[in-house]
């Protein structure tokens, strides 16, 4: 069994050592696989963004615990889901909206947490032991009541414009890729992206086809059309960050 | 069997990796388990702090090798120790003073290192090969003759001057929350806490009570109490780092 | 069996969780082992010398997964290797310089790669799944033809000049350390260390003989001379980066 974390907590700290350490301890052999503890804190969208590219690459059955979390002790619910064949285990916040089906249940059963739980670290306490009891073999049934309710944010998708297309940027990755919301499909054969007072009209199928200093786009890993420059950093370069706006026009209906 | 490793190696150098290697080399199947390795150079009191905050929550019989070594190569011991049903293995420099009670060894046997012993990296030449030669079953008393005179430092503990309590702070946490040497015990019910200019007399239980922008005090997941801004860094907006002095004290005394 | 990973994909993008997860799809049960994902973006030599520094220290049969990959969608070519017991696959740009002998073939099996192939992310679509397969018992063989025009880029050596020898600095660790590419023979027993306007005449075995503030040499772990401060970053005080010049001679010859 496979149990991966995603989280915003860093590795200074003890917190991801601590969920690994009760892992291990309800479910001895279980693989425990780190995604990302370097989401910047609080960023719901950054976690749902990197879950929803990630989980599908694992087996089907894999537990995918999720702690972005800064409702933390208030009100919003532990839940766990099943979707596409894999289990998710995290707060109601949103932070699964790019996974979600419809099989989400609001995790109540305490004989599934630690004895003591805080308020303040439910990763801890409540979701590495219920993902370790599930990995175990507790069926999903098992944490607590199905709910219809569960929080969605849908990503933000482009939107028209007279005759243009309104894009935004999703993600800046480590290479300094902007990762935009725009798929090929939204790119006219004739298209020119306006960026930061730049406009890009080439788009390429790999980064070695550019010519050295060239912006240009490209349709990235995760399938969303990506803003670069050969070898260097585009967002370092155009000084856009996540949420800056991209516009798309057809050339031709440009004149 | 798990081992963890907790160092101030980072992640760029190969220092982890080779651990791993020598690990796995002697001790196949084990699972090794990463706390930290972004412990502040050469800095014994955090490693103090994070192996002390993390390793109860791991089941027992899990090896901690800890590796934070300002010594490496002159006089100081390479010592394992069996504590609370778990057994850690590093310098004897007062990285362990949270966990040890007195069944410690000094760490002699030269059959349990690999066949060179560097004078600049234990790590890979002496914690890591006794780490997995007792995972896969060599018993702690193996490695070399008990000692009683193992380095002990306490963590700072607060101290009364006058009417007040005097603590300090032990650490900065990822989100900038204050962790202070404060228990929940050491607050009276009216108290008032004066850190870097600022008054703190509310304690909340979870870190959604709070206003936007109010500072509060919490007691957090380790116990001890933290210094917070709901979603916010505490730590930047108040300037203060680790030792800074907090002042306690009783409203009512207080006039 | 034990695959492990270094990229220069950070740990803020999903990549290596999406790796891991490819990984674990196709070979259930191994054993991945993160040797470090912080390698500069696209410094081949960087990834050529945390390769080579370290997988030495695994078990032979080990796989070792390197994607530093600048050149990705062009026409260079994915290999795997095997040499020393080991095996390792990435991009035919000189990442493995340090290891290959000349056994090396060129991926070419489609059987062995994801469904489809993207031309920026070989991490995911063909080095992972061709690992996890060899893992899982394929032959190295059945990855495609046998070649003989590996790439090799062998690391900078140093070079006499007159009566000096010139290095470089080949890296700076985590902890400041300085380290060259001069080896324990290179240095005559009255060397002299020119450096940055600093002279270094002192080689210490241990970084504990040192006094608090003096410069001195020390063989570092990976078998090259540092240049070291105690307790203190060498390369913030003297101020030097990778590739940085160093000249050696001998005191008698000096005067």
Redesign the interface.
């Given at each position: 069994m496979?149990i991966?974390l995603?989280t915003?907590?860093?590795?200074?700290?003890?917190?991801?050592?601590?969920m690994?350490?009760?892992i291990?301890?309800i479910a001895?052999g279980v693989?425990?696989?780190?995604?990302?503890?370097?989401?910047r804190?609080?960023d719901i969208i950054e976690g749902a963004f990197?879950i929803e590219?990630?989980?599908?690459?694992?087996?089907t059955g894999?537990i995918h615990v999720v702690v972005v979390d800064?409702?933390?002790?208030?009100a919003r619910r532990p839940i766990a889901a099943a979707a596409h064949g894999h289990i998710f285990v995290g707060p109601d916040n949103g932070v699964f909206s790019g996974v979600f089906e419809n099989e989400v249940y609001h995790i109540t059963n305490r004989r599934l947490f630690l004895d003591s739980v805080?308020?303040?670290?439910h990763g801890?306490d409540i979701f590495s032991p219920v993902a370790a009891y599930i990995a175990k073999g507790a069926p999903i049934e098992s944490v607590g009541p199905r709910i219809l309710d569960f929080l969605k944010r849908p990503l933000p998708t482009p939107r028209p414009q007279g005759d243009r297309l309104l894009g935004s940027v999703l993600r800046i990755?480590?290479?300094g890729n902007v990762i935009t919301n725009l798929r090929r499909r939204d790119l006219p054969y004739d298209f020119s992206i306006h960026v930061a007072g730049l406009e890009i009209t080439r788009l390429y199928?790999?980064?070695?086809?550019a010519e050295p200093g060239e912006f240009f786009a490209?349709?990235?890993?995760?399938g969303y059309i990506e803003l670069a420059l050969d070898?260097g950093s585009a967002a370092d370069k155009l000084k856009v960050t996540r949420g800056a706006e991209i516009e798309v026009e057809s050339m031709s209906s440009n004149h």
């Open positions: 496979i991966t995603t915003d907590f860093g590795l200074s700290d003890p917190f991801v050592g601590i690994k350490g009760v291990l301890g001895p693989q425990i696989v780190d995604i990302s503890h370097d989401i804190s609080y990197l590219s990630t989980y599908k690459y694992f087996p894999a800064p409702g933390v002790g208030s805080s308020q303040t670290f801890r990755d480590k290479f199928s790999s980064f070695s086809e490209i349709e990235g890993s995760a070898q």
